[in-house]
């Protein structure tokens, strides 16, 4: 065989390596993508966070400790939830198996004067039973704050996006439907009412709050960008999804922060998003449908409008 036969030989074999390598690359994006069942839930044993961070200074007319007699005022907090509330798209990584960033809403509440962070499990690819059965026992039971951002995942979160906006695929409709189902249940009520129940008998002096989840898309960007042509309708299940989980977190005594209003003209599609999309061949694709930072600074400032006393 001439060289030149050989190479015109080895060239659909090189493409085939690099096709494969492509879609091997792809499925492992995907896995990682919205903490996706895919994978599995992380295991937060194994995600260590830093809790350090410097000494702030003594609040004036407080107890004792700190120079000057200022003593402190830092309430215990805890931020439990899935990958909105790690901080997944925000960047700045702590770590990497549950993806906490230290630009997530919780990191940044750590930085006010009144608050320490002295717990943090949320992790990717949380849903309910996780948060009950692994994440409420690392809550100090003197904590006074603990905040939650969950359900999501409950509802296929990663499934619709995967679906509907990744690899569109004629499964989406039904993805969307069996997440609208799901929400509608009793049953997903009732994880709600024992999320905030178990975070109540856990730290009964603390005050819950349930941090809901931003409109993803910008408005009616279905009608404006093919790629969206399933947006409005992810939006509408989400304000449900909002509405069940406000309801349910209410009625077992947390206050509900609504995020929607916060977010909006923000999402994916605006001439200034605070959602990241999706983008292909990055390495960044855990990002996508997540909160960037500035987002994430949106629910900071959203959680400290709740009064603590």
Sequence with gaps: MSSHARHDAAVPAVHARRVALLAAGLLAALTLLLGSALAGP???????????????????????????????????????????????????????????????????????????LVAFPACSGTDTVDVLDRQIAAIPTTAKLVTVTVGGNDVGFADVMQNCFVLVSSSCSSKIAAGAAIADSPEFTASIVAVVDGIQERAPGAKVIVAGYPLLFWENSSGVNPKYVWADEVNDETVELNDVVEAAATSAGAVFVDVEDDFAGHGIGSSSPWINDWKWLTTTTVNAFHPNATGHAAYATAIRAVPLS
């Design 42 to 116: 992380a295991d937060t044993a194994h995600a260590a966070v830093p809790m350090a961070k410097p000494d702030k200074p003594g609040k004036p007319g407080g107890g004792s400790g700190g120079g000057g007699g200022g003593g402190t005022t830092e309430l215990e907090y805890a931020a439990l939830g899935d990958s909105f509330a790690a901080g997944v798209g925000a960047g700045s990584y702590i770590e990497r198996t549950c993806y906490t960033s230290s630009k997530s809403y919780p990191k940044l509440l750590d930085g006010d004067a009144d608050k320490a």
